[in-house]
């Protein structure tokens, strides 16, 4: 029977679980609404599309993430859609904002604190700092995603720790099917956006370092690598299976030099931008974008945590290694067993994003989780158990106080007295709509307008980076062709007014001149007007 306190800490708890999305959903209506490149690129038409049933009407419209699944697009796009944009937004940043309930139980599963109210206090505050860091805020009531998949980690985190007995020493059965519904989860985020392949890698491989039998330590791996791959099934199975069928490759158009699809050139498709330039900067990679952001993204944005874990957790295991053998039992500020899986864990995540990836948003899963992870590794440092919590508390004070959030792009919300929707844009009178398809010029964003369009409306795309009329090694090429040069009705094209010029000469070697005379602006309230041109097939003399 629980005494007072553990009632009130109990109580305090389930306010926080309740109360943390909500608040979450609040700054983001303070934030502004989001207008990211991606949005407006992809996530606003991949919705749209799946919804609709374009995904063979047009042809990349969003450049290469047409080939991204859409299964979270539809959802805010639904969303977004359906109800007013403050309305969408704060719902959105809700569901975002869950990443602090997860973030609460696992602290309180993790931390050794015996009196519960100091425990329930210092999960509430490690979880609040977890959902205030510069990429976590920068990302809260947008698109990009890495802050919903987060959900699947942090959930499998939280079935992890919560079931360590059982795990280390439990009956077999019941461990390896709670692994395997820890893995779900993990799977099924991996499913949902494919980098996050590296922490359902890294959670994976965290198994063996758990206290346990080495044989125990095998199983418990793979059976959440079981959990993995039904979830991945569960979310991703269906787009996988879309892109196998219609272009002989799973994750098309990337890996293609491994499934030699002939519909893209044979390359990996490998964002390699944010490389480092030399091996010794990829090793000491924290100490470089900590302090110049863009080297890992495209927005500045300032943290402290991935330094910080990057320097402390070392130190931790080699303080940890040298002094198992005199250290008290309890030693530490959370439990030992769940403070080696979760340190390995993001030790292997950060290792496998360095060399597979260098995009620091793909880094915020690990962000959030940084908190925990850092009182984890202090508590591993040969400190009194009073210091270790007074450098903790120091620690995450200077993180929090210098950090500065990333903004990939926001605008007023709408007016309440307009339509107040997310996306607007305001095309004009066509014509013969089911006869006419629309060429898409340039390399910008903006495939957002399309849902604007009347539906009967064909959208092609004829400059994107994955596709150019004049690509060489790309198979894709002759689909483009066909499209446009077997189209019976007129033509317009789509483009940015800069792009209008580049986008001319694209439809000449498509055999189309494109008329700058009868041009007619859209305007939208995302981003720059965009230009609607007559578009005619080069007379053959």
Known sequence: ?????????????????????????????????????????????????????????????????????????????????????????????????????????????????????????????????????????????????????????????????????????????????????????????????????????????????????PVRRLFLAFFFGLGVLAGLAGTGGFWMIHLWHDYGNPVFPHMNHVFQSPFAAMSDYVNASFFPASRLERLLFPFTFTFAPLTV???????????????????????????????????????????????????????????????????????????????????????????????????LLVIQATVQPADWGRVPWPSPDGPGRWVTAEVPPIEDPHATMVLMGGYWAISHVIPSFPPGVRFVRIQSNFLQPDSVGNGYLAILKDKVSSHRGPYLMLSTIPDTAGAAKAALRLGLRLDPERCRPIPNNLGETLNLCAVARVAVE
């Open 1 to 213: 029977m629980l005494d007072g306190d553990a009632r009130t800490a109990r109580r305090l708890g389930w306010l926080f679980l309740l109360l943390a999305p909500l608040a979450h959903g609040a700054l983001t209506l303070a934030f502004g609404m989001d207008a990211n490149w991606d949005l407006r690129n992809y996530h606003w038409y991949n919705g749209y599309a799946l919804l609709n049933g374009r995904i063979d009407l047009d042809l990349l419209p969003a450049q290469m993430p047409t080939f991204y699944n859409p299964l979270l697009d539809v959802a805010f796009y639904g969303l977004a859609s359906a109800l007013p944009a403050r309305v969408a937004g704060f719902v959105w940043g809700t569901v975002q904002g869950i990443n602090l309930s997860l973030l609460f139980l696992l602290a309180q599963a993790c931390l050794r604190v015996n009196v519960a109210m100091l425990r329930t206090v210092a999960a509430m505050l490690l979880a609040l700092m977890g959902g205030l860091g510069g990429g976590t805020l920068g990302l809260l009531g947008t698109t990009f995603h890495d802050n919903l998949v987060s959900l699947g980690v942090i959930a499998a985190l939280v079935v992890v720790a919560r079931a360590l007995p059982l795990l280390k020493t439990g009956r077999l059965v019941m461990a390896f099917g709670r692994v395997a519904f820890a893995g779900l989860f993990a799977g099924a985020a991996m499913g949902l956006k494919n980098p996050t392949v590296i922490y359902a890698v890294g959670l994976c491989l965290a198994f063996l370092a758990l206290p346990a039998h």
């Open 297 to 395: 993204g495209e927005v500045p944005w300032f943290d402290l945590r991935a330094l910080a874990l990057f320097v402390l957790v070392p130190l931790a295991a080699l303080s940890a290694l040298a002094l198992r053998r005199i250290r008290p039992a309890g030693f530490g500020l959370a439990d030992a067993a769940a403070t080696r899986f979760l340190l390995v864990a993001l030790t292997v995540t950060y290792a496998l994003w360095v060399v597979m990836f260098c995009i620091y948003r793909y880094l915020v899963p690990l962000e959030m989780l940084a908190p925990l992870a850092l009182v984890m590794a202090v508590g591993l440092l040969p400190l009194s158990r009073r210091w270790a919590v007074r450098v903790s508390i120091a620690l």
